[in-house]
Each structure stands twice: as structure tokens, then as C-alpha cells.
């Protein structure tokens, strides 16, 4: 069973790239890898999602080594409302309809001015 | 847009009552969940559901039932609320047909049980 690892708490200041690594070395050939942004008294929202190598949105890019064991979710010149907490979620599809999603803790990104 | 939305923000409940958390989709979505959110634990799962009737438990279930009678709507309830039952709770969506579908949240049901 897939466990995701990443960090509780980051700071960054604002126009700075930041990026957070999770770690999944347990992660299913099926899975995908999946990161969410929460803001207080919100529920997660989806920001990108990738199986392999690399993926750009809008608003931010994800890369995912060879061996699958890790991600990394960059945000590109964050700014103050870019302060949020982060999840990294890898899952997918098993046997029959059961849809086994890991979710990471957590990683509460802090911008400072 | 997807749109998940949780018939209470907030809610206060004595120990012991049944206590019913609603929650609809506009998606037409076939996978429901609700999860509960507690500090330093993250996003832990209850009961999931992929149709109508179908439910499935999470990782944390005790304490707590579903019920979907139609697609749109997925109730939790809590049978006897306790104090530990005092959390965050998430009602979420999603398309069955992908393993890779995005989940959908609600803004979530803060439940206080005193």
C-alpha cells in the first residue's frame, strides 16, 4: 500500500519559485499523483496531476522521476495567496469500483511579503 | 464548474443526538465520499460510495453510516454523536470511469458534538 511523505511546513517569500516533494515509494503502477490546495474553512482544490515525467497547468508544474518514488509540485513566483496548505494525493483505480486514495498530510506553505 | 455543496457549515450537537451531514452534487457524478479533517492527521476516509445503494468503508468508519438513494445526494450519520466525533467533515466527487478522475470537495461541515 502506497504511503505519501511530505513536509508539515515550508516558508517562502513572495516572487520566489517553491517546490514540494513527495515522497511514495510504495506507489502502484496505476496510480497517479494528484496535488490540492486548501484554504481555511475551504475544501481542497485540485491544482495537477501527473503519472510520469512532467506537467504544466497555469499555475503550476509537476515532476515526476523515472522511478515514480517521488513528485515534486512547483509554484512558480508564489505570492501571499499562494499561502495555503498543500496535498499530495496518490491513488487510482484497484480491483472491482474500490478507488484506494492516499493522502499526505499536509505541507502548510507559508509567503511572507 | 463542478459544484459540491454541504447543507451546513457549522453545526452543534449534544452528545448522543443522530446527527444527519447532507451533501449534493451538480456533476451527475458517480463516486461520493466524506472524509473528516482533524489536525495533524489530514483527510481520513469514512465510507465511499460509486452508485446508488453502493457504499464501500474507509479507513474510518465506526461511529458512522451513509446512505445514497439517489446519485446527486450522500448522507453521513453519525448514530449516537460523541465527542471524538468533533471535526472537520468533507463531502467529495468524482467521475468513475477514470482511476485518475479529480476529487470534487465541498467546503466542508464543521461539527462541534459538546
Known amino acids: 500500500l502506497a504511503k505519501t511523505t511530505q513536509p508539515i511546513s515550508m516558508d517562502s517569500y513572495e516572487g520566489q519559485e517553491v517546490n514540494i516533494t513527495c515522497s511514495h515509494n510504495n506507489i502502484a503502477t496505476n496510480d497517479y499523483i494528484t496535488w490540492y490546495q486548501q484554504f481555511p474553512s475551504q475544501g481542497p482544490r485540485f491544482i495537477i496531476q501527473?503519472?510520469?515525467?512532467?506537467v504544466t497547468n497555469e499555475v503550476a508544474s509537476l515532476f515526476i522521476p523515472a522511478d515514480r518514488k517521488s513528485s515534486t509540485l512547483s509554484l512558480p513566483r508564489v505570492s501571499l495567496s499562494d499561502t495555503a496548505v498543500y496535498y499530495c494525493?496518490?491513488?487510482?483505480?484497484?480491483?472491482?469500483?474500490?478507488?484506494?486514495?492516499?493522502w499526505g498530510l499536509g505541507t502548510s506553505l507559508a509567503v511572507n511579503p | 464548474d463542478v459544484k459540491v455543496t454541504q447543507s451546513s457549515r457549522y453545526l452543534v450537537k449534544r452528545t448522543g443526538e443522530k446527527v444527519f451531514l447532507e451533501c449534493v452534487q451538480d456533476m451527475d457524478h458517480e463516486n461520493m465520499f466524506w472524509y473528516r479533517q482533524d489536525p495533524g492527521l489530514g483527510l481520513r476516509l469514512i465510507y465511499f460510495s460509486y452508485d446508488v445503494k453502493m457504499k464501500e468503508k474507509g479507513d474510518i468508519p465506526e461511529g458512522y453510516s451513509v446512505s445514497r438513494e439517489k446519485k446527486e445526494r450522500f448522507s453521513l450519520i453519525l448514530e449516537s454523536a460523541s465527542t471524538n466525533q468533533t471535526s472537520m467533515y468533507l463531502c467529495?466527487?468524482?467521475?468513475?470511469?477514470?482511476?485518475?478522475?479529480?476529487?470534487?470537495f465541498g467546503n466542508g461541515t464543521r461539527l462541534t458534538v459538546t
Open positions: 501527473g503519472y510520469k515525467t512532467k
Open positions: 494525493l496518490v491513488g487510482g483505480a484497484n480491483a472491482g469500483n474500490n478507488r484506494k486514495l492516499i
Open positions: 467529495a466527487s468524482s467521475l468513475w470511469d477514470r482511476s485518475n478522475s479529480p476529487l470534487h
